[in-house]
């Protein structure tokens, strides 16, 4: 599993011009839902479609998640994995065909994990994965709740980097998580111990340091933000 670092649809979508993204339109489907359908949908999916999330107000202005489609972004993605800062922690840079078959490993799994690009204003600016935490590796390693929801974040455009613009987006995308997915109660987030930007930018988020604790591939800050605290911290 990628650090989360702050270095941090179907059918078509365009660029119409300079930093302006425009998503697909979703065509209803064809196909009858009964109501016996219903609630096998609702567990299979299991992170309540962040592609219908909400565009979160910020003070840098509004910003949403865009599930990737490799035929669009793959360039873009290719291009900030092989930043070196974000490359130190990510560990993805080389030949697209890397960041491929990271992102081929999310789309093609059970959808407990879902990469998504961060819009800014409606430009492409940030790379994000969406994961149930508590059914992913990490919860071998703390004590996991049902329904907790893991974040990796990466800041691709440099221009958006050291101006306290991660913490803005981790609060964001965590609010966003509490208004969407009501079963889940706490987001958690595992950045590279020594990445100490991205462990003070989840603190000034609102997230709490629970533990370091050791993954595969990494030594990782445990960080935790809890919904019973969303308005106090």
Same mark, same amino acid.
């Given at each position: 599993?990628?650090?989360?670092?702050?270095?941090?649809?179907?059918?078509? &979508?365009?660029? #119409?011009?300079?930093?302006?993204?425009r998503p697909t339109e979703i065509r209803p489907t064809e196909r009858r839902?009964?109501?016996?359908?219903?609630?096998?949908?609702?567990? &299979?999916?299991?992170?309540?479609?962040?592609?219908?999330?909400?565009?979160?107000?910020?003070?840098?202005?509004?910003?949403?998640?865009?599930?990737?489609?490799?035929?669009?972004?793959?360039?873009?993605?290719?291009?900030?994995?092989?930043?070196?800062?974000?490359?130190?922690?990510?560990?993805?840079?080389?030949?697209?065909?890397?960041?491929?078959?990271?992102?081929?490993?999310?789309?093609?799994?059970?959808g407990g994990s879902i990469p998504c690009l961060g819009l800014l204003d409606?430009?492409?600016?940030?790379?994000?994965?969406?994961?149930?935490?508590?059914?992913?590796?990490?919860?071998?390693?703390?004590?996991?709740?049902?329904?907790?929801?893991?974040?990796?974040?990466?800041?691709?455009?440099?221009?958006?980097?050291?101006?306290?613009?991660?913490?803005?987006?981790?609060?964001?995308?965590?609010?966003?998580?509490?208004?969407?997915?009501?079963?889940?109660?706490?987001?958690?987030a595992e950045p590279d111990i020594r990445n100490t930007p991205s462990v003070? &930018?989840?603190? #000034?988020?609102?997230?709490?340091?629970?533990?370091?604790?050791?993954?595969?591939?990494?030594?990782?800050?445990?960080?935790?933000?809890?919904?019973?605290?969303?308005?106090?911290?």
């Open positions: 599993m990628p650090s989360t670092d702050t270095t941090a649809h179907s059918g078509t &979508a365009s660029t #119409t011009g300079p930093g302006l993204y839902l009964t109501a016996g359908l219903l609630p096998l949908l609702a567990e &299979a999916d299991l992170l309540d479609s962040p592609a219908g999330w909400d565009t979160a107000a910020t003070p840098a202005g509004g910003f949403r998640l865009e599930p990737v489609r490799p035929d669009r972004d793959l360039e873009l993605l290719a291009g900030w994995m092989n930043d070196p800062e974000v490359a130190a922690y990510w560990e993805l840079g080389g030949p697209a065909a890397v960041t491929a078959a990271h992102l081929r490993a999310q789309l093609e799994a059970d409606g430009t492409p600016m940030s790379y994000w994965e969406i994961y149930r935490a508590d059914l992913d590796p990490l919860s071998r390693h703390y004590r996991a709740r049902p329904h907790d929801t893991g974040i990796h974040l990466l800041i691709g455009d440099r221009a958006h980097r050291g101006r306290g613009l991660g913490a803005t987006l981790l609060r964001a995308v965590a609010g966003l998580v509490f208004d969407h997915r009501p079963r889940c109660t706490r987001v958690i003070s &930018a989840f603190l #000034t988020a609102g997230f709490r340091y629970s533990a370091e604790i050791q993954l595969s591939e990494k030594r990782a800050a445990l960080m935790i933000r809890e919904r019973s605290l969303r308005n106090l911290l």
